[in-house]
């Protein structure tokens, strides 16, 4: 019977096919028949256009530049930059009120971190918070009625929300783990923000409907998650992934039915940090830096792989944010006028006069620094460091750089195994760090491992004098203890390991102020995890656009460098 069914089956299977090839071709089919000209499924993914990231609007964010970081905006349409503030203070975190009048942001202006509102027309600023610890990071309810925020009060950083006068407070989340970075959701539901309750940054949504539920979204031991962001119709959640050197831009859809992410549904969108999403929904900014220049990337949520660069820069940029207003000529014009006639210098690298012979430059005393016999660095780079050591008195309250654990040395030193006789400290344009503040009991000095792809770097925190909130800002970050390795385990195989609880009190990055003034960190080498010279936290240099073989001959006869590493490469006067 089974046999008997098949042939019955090719049989008709025959007939249809001679029936398909030989029956005419319909040219024009008849009025009864109901050609079909679309689905009820998806649409068609439509393809690039010259702006597929339109809806308008404008684009806050902060950006760092000779030292500062102030407010800018940018309209979309016209790609037009406006500054909004210049303070000497720092300026950062922008947010737009839901109506585009106002820009809720962070300052240390008056010495301390606080939440301010920029009126966009008639530029008066109003300071909201007063409290002597550390506000930042707003974000507007959608009624625009109330502002969340992160402050570190009572020895601890958590979300605080207050009314838009200042004048009513609540604390939204009392976990003693550190919670910060929250973000509003578009229906007023809930708060999403970072939090570090679990050993590590998640995700967290803290529902405001009187039950005060509080739910991981993300949920991921083994990676850290930051910075959320809302689509505009609240069924999305956009934030970074993965560690400070790799940070990722993930977005999941998220089901108010259940109060949770669907992990099933998240994607990647590129490498990047501080998504913001556009006015309509329909594509996500971020920022993604390479190389010392900053980019703000748009890219479409609806068509795969629709990228564009909307905005490039030297320096960091960060804190996104979208509102479906642009600014308006009379905004712009308001906030040119406010512009300073002249910017001066960041600081002034002054060169002795160039000798009748030898050498362009020498090498030069740094003031006070370390023991008698003093240290040296290239008359090019001196005052760089100079500037940068009063900065670190001004923001940490004392004077780390006063002791350097190295800087110019001779040709015929001898360096670590595995270190190249190339080093940058020949030619004076590098510093070794003083390590002993790190080695204390209270460390003076604080490390955070970032790994940027198979390389490891390290950003110096620095723990101001004053701990009221006057000098500096909490960590957000789990610091990093090499000393661990000495306890064996996991530890000594990994080159130490996190700490168990972020170090509390405030802190400021050497590491920035350090690249303000050009001196820039270098990577550990490959054995840094059991070779405790390979580290290299404290090893920092000023190499500008020059090759080593170039720093050398500043400041050495080309006889010299010759007799101690051979023939210069491309030197003609040999």
């Known amino acids: 019977m089974l046999i008997l069914g098949n042939l ?5 299977l025959t007939v249809a096919l001679y029936q398909a090839t030989t029956l005419p071709a319909i040219e024009k089919p008849p009025e009864f028949i109901v050609v079909a000209t ?7 993914i439509p393809g690039p256009t010259p702006t597929p990231f339109g809806s308008g609007g404008a684009i806050a964010f902060t950006l760092r530049h000779n030292g500062n970081a102030d407010i800018y905006a940018l309209n979309q349409a016209e790609r037009q930059l406006v500054r909004l503030t210049y303070d000497p203070a720092e300026d950062r975190d922008p947010a737009w009120s839901p109506d585009g009048d106002y820009i809720a942001f962070a300052s ?3 010495h301390n971190w606080d939440i301010y509102l920029l009126d966009l027309v008639s530029g008066a600023l109003i300071r909201l918070t007063h409290d002597p610890g550390f506000d930042a990071n707003p974000s507007w309810s959608p009624d625009g009625r109330w502002i969340a925020f992160e402050s570190y009060r009572r020895g601890n950083l958590d979300i605080y929300a207050m009314s838009t006068t200042g004048q009513q407070l609540r604390r939204v989340a009392t976990d003693p783990a550190p919670n910060y970075g929250p973000a509003w959701s578009p229906d007023s ?6 939090t570090f309750r679990d050993g590590n940054k998640d995700i967290t949504v803290h529902l405001l409907d009187g039950q005060r539920k509080i739910v991981n979204v993300t949920q991921s031991p083994d990676l850290d998650e930051d910075d959320p962001a809302w689509s505009p119709d609240g069924t999305q959640l956009a934030y970074v992934s993965g560690p400070r050197g790799n940070p990722s831009i993930q977005v999941t859809a998220f089901d108010w039915d ?7 549904q998240t994607d990647l969108f590129g490498a990047g940090s501080s998504p913001a999403w556009s006015p309509d929904g329909q594509s996500l900014i971020y920022a993604y830096e390479r190389g010392g220049r900053s980019h703000l990337v748009a890219v479409s949520v609806t068509g795969w792989a629709l990228f564009q660069e909307v905005y490039s820069v030297d320096g960091p940029l960060d804190d996104l944010a979208w509102t479906s207003f642009a600014l308006s000529p009379r905004v712009v014009a308001r906030a040119q006028a406010d512009a300073p006639a002249e910017e001066p210098p960041f600081y002034v690298e002054l060169v002795q006069p160039a000798p009748t012979a030898g050498p362009p430059y020498r090498l030069t005393l740094l003031p006070n620094v370390s023991d008698d016999e003093g240290e040296f660095l290239s008359d090019r780079v001196n005052e760089s460091f100079n500037s940068l050591r009063q900065r670190v008195i001004e923001e940490t309250g004392w004077d780390y750089l006063a002791n350097l654990g190295s800087s110019q040395v001779p040709m015929t030193y001898t360096p670590p195994s595995g270190h190249s006789r190339m080093s940058w400290h020949v030619c004076g344009r590098a510093i070794g760090l003083d390590q002993e503040p790190y080695g204390r009991n209270k460390p003076q000095v604080e490390l955070i491992r970032e790994d940027v792809g198979n390389v490891t770097y390290w950003r110096v925190f620095i723990r101001a004098a004053e701990q009221d909130g006057s000098m500096g800002e909490p960590l957000r ?6 000393n661990a390795r000495q306890q064996g385990g996991r530890a000594m195989v990994e080159g130490g390991g996190s700490k168990e609880h972020i170090p509390s009190g405030y802190y400021v990055d050497f590491t920035t102020l350090a690249s303000d003034y050009g001196w820039e960190r270098v990577p550990s080498l490959w054995r840094w995890r059991y070779f405790w010279p390979d580290i290299r936290w404290w090893e920092f240099q000023k190499t500008g656009d020059l090759t080593w073989w170039e720093c050398m001959l500043e400041v050495f006869e080309p006889k010299r460098i010759e007799a101690a590493f051979g023939p ?3 030197y003609e006067g040999q």
């Open 8 to 12: 019955v089956v090719l049989v008709l």
């Open 568 to 570: 210069i490469p491309g």
């Open 108 to 110: 240390n202006r008056a």
């Open 477 to 482: 970050e789990a610091a990093w203890d090499l």
């Open 38 to 44: 679309a689905t009820s499924g998806p649409s068609p």
């Open 189 to 194: 539901r809930a708060i999403a923000y970072t």
């Open 258 to 264: 259940t109060v949770a992410a669907n992990q099933a």
